[in-house]
């Protein structure tokens, strides 16, 4: 991180506390213009922790034992973010009895009294938005029983963070905290007395930043499945806050939505879940569908690239392959060495998937997550098709950028005899090593088998160059590599046939075969499952093809197809088990 960049930081925060404390001292506001409605949902589950004094944010757990929210010593930064942005309030609400209230009510006036005057962390833009989000949606569920005093409280802490949001939404950072900021002085330009000269320049504003942000693939620049979720789900949700208040939205913010809506179609799973590719995770349980049946978008994206992932879908089995080179730039901050690495679910149960994001357990987990040996991908020599490179501040939280990462990243989807096809390469290995990295993936029409195909080639002349040398500097020894298949944890498996297979089993009944052939070494190894919400990592099983490339072209071919004697169709009755870590 330069010191340009360190100043810019620090200057913006002063600014940031400058404008919450003047903001502060305006008293405008006394009731809502119109009576709001609730569209966040959160977890049952997640909201009765919270009742029972467990408080579990951004990977860390901290049992309360009575204690106010904001008098707990945060463990970090992630954290106090976490809480800062109100999102327990779904979850408490989603319980909806007396406790949850009252937790809730204590909580949420305990803020105004430690943090309504503009002191304390929480005062940034986009944290902002995130919470007059979460207050207005919850109004009626907050302010029953209330007393005139505290109401007016609460309208005047909603009035005077809306002045803030009005006057910094513009230095928050460009994409998701943006939208974040801008969705909030949306809804507090409908929602509140005094508030309405807010609305206006806030819905030209967003559609801007939709003009910017949202690519003609309805993609954005983190290609983060879930990041697109959210901005999608707040585009929505601004959009039915404004036709109710009878406004037209910018043309730019009803274009974007009909763009999103197709990439995000393409990019579930055949659970329903997203695919988890470059920190983003499953998503909440039911919110793309809910956002998808609200947008009212019926388009399928067409043939091709969604967002730079590739799609392959038949019977009850999806595919989805990160098929284009990774973001670049400030986007990069949380994206993965996953070039050609891809996902398999079939029917409602995962079964090849990424690691995912290790951000909530740490810098050391998170940094891992990123690398290639954490996706089912090839990994070469012990090197990431993409490296990390120098950090940089996002938010509160400081992250690396992607470096010397895969630029060319040629692909052609078709269909094969009998079934799709997808065919893709990448150079990420080049400058390193020499060496192209190819894969095809075919997917039987009936979505009961995937044949797949990895190759390593030495395609110019200077290639083979490089890759003669670190021949050389390996004594001719061959250059080590992996192909990493990583298992779901609920997916039961096992070395079969005399160690020339693995036997892969599904909750749902399901019997997969994974097989090999090319001269690889097959083991099945320990893995883990970084997933959000959960205080550690979840143990798992990964299926590695281990070999060495001693020539300028190596082919290692391999398949998972379900067994024989797997019905046609079964009926998954199985419940997912609730996990108490």
């Known amino acids: 991180m330069s010191d340009r960049e360190s100043w810019q930081a620090a200057r913006t925060r002063l600014m940031n506390r400058l404008h919450a404390r003047l903001s502060a001292r305006v008293r405008p506001a006394t009731a809502f213009v119109s009576s709001p409605e609730p569209r966040t949902t959160g977890a049952v589950a997640r909201g009765r922790q919270l009742t029972a004094g467990n408080l579990m944010f951004a990977g860390h757990l901290i049992e309360s034992n009575g204690a106010k929210i904001w008098d707990l010593d945060p463990p970090d930064a992630a954290w106090t973010d976490e809480i800062q942005g109100f999102g327990w309030l779904d979850d408490l ?83 998701l905290p943006r939208f974040e900021a801008l969705t909030g002085l949306i809804y507090a330009g409908l929602s509140l007395e005094g508030m309405e000269a807010h609305a206006v320049p806030a819905v030209r504003a967003l559609g801007a930043e939709c003009h910017r942000q949202i690519d003609a693939q309805g993609g954005i620049p983190t290609r983060n499945p879930e990041e697109l979720l959210e901005v999608f789900t707040l585009l929505t949700w601004a959009q039915s806050a404004l036709e109710e208040a009878d406004l037209v939205p ?7 939505i009909a763009r999103i809506a197709p990439t995000l179609r ?36 067409t043939d091709g690239l969604a967002m730079g992932y590739a799609r392959l879908s038949a019977g009850r089995t999806s595919v989805v392959v990160d098929a284009a080179a990774p973001p670049v730039g400030k986007a990069s901050y949380t994206a993965h060495a996953s070039t050609l690495a891809f996902e398999l679910t079939s029917g409602r149960r995962p079964l090849i998937v990424n690691c995912g994001s290790g951000a909530m357990f740490g810098r050391d ?52 005899d009998d079934g799709l096809r997808f ?39 200077d290639d083979k160059r490089a890759f003669d040398r670190r ?24 070395i ?48 590695v093809l281990s070999g060495r490339a001693m020539e300028y072209a190596t082919r290692i071919r391999w398949s998972l197809a379900k067994a024989r004697d797997t019905a046609i169709a079964i009926r998954d009755l199985a419940m997912d088990e609730v996990d108490s870590d």
């Open 250 to 256: 910018d043309p730019d913010h009803v274009a974007a």
């Open 266 to 301: 393409a990019l579930r799973h055949a659970d329903g879940a997203l695919a988890r590719f470059h920190g983003g995770g499953r998503g909440q349980e039911g919110r793309l569908d809910m956002a998808l049946a609200v947008s009212g978008v019926k388009k399928r994206h």
């Open 423 to 461: 065919e893709g390469g990448h150079d990420g290995y080049v400058t390193t090593h020499g060496l192209t990295h190819a894969r095809i993936l075919e997917l039987s029409f009936d979505g009961r088998g995937l044949e797949g195909e990895d190759l390593l080639m030495a395609l110019e002349t």
């Open 496 to 543: 079969d046939m005399g160690g020339a297979a693995v036997s892969v089993a599904l909750r749902s009944g399901e019997i997969w075969v994974f097989r090999h052939e090319g001269g690889a070494e097959l083991t099945l190894e320990p893995s883990v499952y970084l997933e959000k919400g959960r205080l550690r990592p979840r143990s798992c099983n990964q299926i």
């Open 93 to 175: 609400a989603a319980v909806g009895d007396l406790r949850a209230r009252q937790l809730a009510q204590e909580w949420l006036w305990g803020w105004i009294a430690r943090h309504g005057k503009g002191q304390g962390p929480g005062w940034t833009p986009e944290l902002t938005g995130r919470r007059l989000i979460r207050w207005i949606h919850h109004a009626l569920f907050v302010l029953r029983l209330q007393d005139s005093e505290n109401a007016g409280l609460f309208y005047r802490s909603l009035a005077q963070q809306a002045i803030f949001l009005g006057r910094r939404w513009q230095v928050s950072p460009p994409g």
């Open 471 to 494: 021949m050389d500097a390996l004594l001719l020894g061959g250059l080590p590599f992996q192909i990493r298949f990583h298992l779901h944890p609920e997916v039961d498996s096992a």
């Open 365 to 416: 987990w998170r940094r891992a997550g990123r690398a290639t040996p954490s996706h089912s991908a090839l990994c070469l020599d012990g090197y990431s098709s993409a490296r990390l490179g120098k950090p940089g501040r996002v938010g509160s939280v400081v992250r690396e950028m992607l470096e010397d990462s895969p630029r060319n990243v040629p692909v052609q989807i078709s269909h094969a």
